[in-house]
């Protein structure tokens, strides 16, 4: 059965820390994908990047950076430097072709930057 | 840039109302998500449409329907509103590569 596992509820950093958000996912099909999304305050779910599972090179966009191993499971975020306008809920999703690529959650992980 | 739009931010109701939330994408797209949020549950799928006219039933599509007459809208619909139905209730649709777009959320009180 498909599963998203953040086992991180919550997590608090001091600005210009690194953090790193880890995520583990479980799925029998080879072909799927995998996202973050960020939940701001004001509440709206904010697609960051997308991962298909064919493709284990790791990306770096500004400040932020996945780490994607099959290997593993394992699709984690790293942000560098961190910003107080990074404090929102961060949630990792898996979609895979045998579920009609219906998006599964994970419980997200509050992050927390203090100035 | 891609968009969708919910018809409110935020909602108050009454306990028995029929209750409609409205969601439009400019994107020509043809599959579309309601989701709802709850503290501790994490974000479950209601319904979701794969054409006009196409329906299925998500995870927890007790006491709600849905409406997709147009492509570019899905209306979700609480037929007689309740109290556990208060939530936060978010709208998607699925663009390139499986990837679904958001909407802003309405958050819906039930009284």
């Known amino acids: 059965a498909q599963k998203v596992t953040q086992a991180q509820t919550e997590i608090s950093v001091v600005e210009k820390e690194d953090v790193t958000l880890d995520c583990v996912y479980e799925?029998?099909?080879?072909?799927?994908?995998l996202f973050w999304y960020k939940q701001p305050p004001s509440g709206e779910l904010v697609f960051l990047i997308r991962?298909?599972?064919?493709?284990?090179q790791n990306e770096i966009s500004g400040r932020y950076s996945w780490n994607f191993q099959k290997s593993t499971s394992s699709f984690n975020f790293t942000i560098t430097a961190s910003q107080v306008v990074d404090s929102a809920v961060y949630f990792c999703?898996?979609?895979?072709?045998?579920?009609?690529?219906?998006?599964?959650f994970g419980s997200g992980t509050r992050l927390l930057v203090r100035p | 840039d891609v968009k969708v739009t919910q018809s409110s931010r935020y909602l108050v109701k009454r306990t028995g109302e029929k209750v409609f939330l409205e969601c439009v994408q400019d994107?020509?797209?043809?599959?579309m998500f309601w989701y709802r949020q709850d503290p501790g549950l994490g974000l479950r799928l209601i319904y979701f449409?794969?054409?006009?006219?196409?329906?299925e039933k998500g995870d927890i599509p007790e006491g709600y329907s849905v409406s997709r007459e147009k492509k570019e809208r899905f209306s979700l619909i609480l037929e007689s509103a309740s109290t556990n139905q208060t939530s936060m209730y978010l709208c998607a649709h699925r663009g390139a590569e499986e990837t679904q777009y958001f909407g802003p959320g309405t958050r819906l009180l039930v009284l």
């Open positions: 799925t029998r099909d080879t072909t799927y994908y």
């Open positions: 999703a898996l979609s895979e072709v045998d579920s009609s690529y219906k998006l599964i």
């Open positions: 991962r298909n599972s064919f493709d284990e």
């Open positions: 449409s794969y054409d006009v006219k196409m329906k």
């Open positions: 994107m020509d797209h043809e599959n």
